[in-house]
DNA sequence: TTGCATCTACTACATCTGTAGTATATGTTT
DNA sequence: AAACATATACTACAGATGTAGTAGATGCAA
C-alpha cells in the first residue's frame, strides 16, 4: 500500500482540500494568508510540486486549475503516526496513544468512544 | 519547554543512546552498519551535528568522543507526536490515538492499561 | 621514535523543503 | 482589438538532511 508522507506545507494544503474541494490555488492562498504571511506564488509552487508527486491532481478550470486531495484524510493520518510509531515508540502503541491521550483534554464523548473500542478488543480477546 | 524534534537519523542514534549510554561513534557505527550500509564518517558527521544542536553532550575519552543523549526518550515522544497530533489530527487525540492502537495487535496487557487509564479519566470526570 | 590504526574536523554534494521573483500565457473588459 | 488582471511555468536560493571523502591529529605498538 503506497505511504503518503506529505511535508508540514503540503499536509496544510491537504488539510484545507479535505475540508473543501476542489480549490484552486487563489482560495488556497486565501485561506492560508489569513494564518500567516506567505506570497501566492509560494502556494503555487507547492501545489506544482504535490502534482508531480501525486498528492494532489488538478483539472483545468479556465484559465486556472481546480485541485482535489489523492490520499484520503486517514490514509496520510496512518502512513504519518505508523511512520512515529516505529521510529519514536518502537513499535508501542500503548505508549503513544497514551501520550497523545495525555497531551490534549479528551471529552467524555470521545473517552467513552475509546471505551467501546477496548470493549470490542476485550470482547475478542476472551474468545 | 525545549522542543525536541529531531530528523530521522538523529532519532536512531537517539535510540541506540538510550538504550546504552555513553557510546563512542564507533560503537554506534558497529551497530547501524548491522541494518543498513552507511560509512563511518557518516555516523560522525551526524553526532557533530548534533553535538551542535544540543541533542548529545560528549566528554572526550582518550582519542575518541563518549556522546549521551540530552533529552529523554519521553521528551522526544512527546514533542513528535503532539507535533503530529496538531499537524494531521487537528488536535484529535482520540483519532490518533486509535490509529496508534489499531495498527499494532495491543497485548492484554496493554490493554489492561488503557483500561486503567481510562478508568483514572473518567472518575475524574465524574466528579 | 616511528609508523600504524583510528579518531576528529572540515569540506562537499545531492535532495528536499519553504520561500518567492520573473516571465509568459490567458481570459476578461471596454 | 487593446489593455488589464491574473494564472501558470520556470528559475532561484537558503537551510536542513543524509551521505561520504580527505586531511590532519592522536594514541599505541613495535
Partial sequence: MKQFEPSDAELEILQLLWADQPASVRQLFDQIQHRRKVSYTT??????RMTDKGLVERTK?????????????????????????????K???????????????????????L???????????DE
Fill in 115 to 125: 471505551q467501546q473500542w477496548l470493549n470490542t478488543q476485550t470482547s475478542t480477546e
Fill in 43 to 48: 502556494v503555487l509552487t507547492v501545489m506544482q
Fill in 91 to 113: 513499535g508501542s502503541a500503548l505508549h503513544m496513544a497514551l501520550h497523545a491521550l495525555g497531551q490534549n483534554k479528551v471529552s467524555p464523548e470521545e473517552l467513552a468512544e
Fill in 61 to 89: 478550470e479556465g484559465k486556472a486549475h481546480l485541485y482535489r486531495a489523492v490520499p484520503r484524510e486517514q490514509e496520510v493520518q496512518k502512513s504519518l503516526s505508523q511512520r512515529l510509531l516505529k521510529t519514536a515508540y
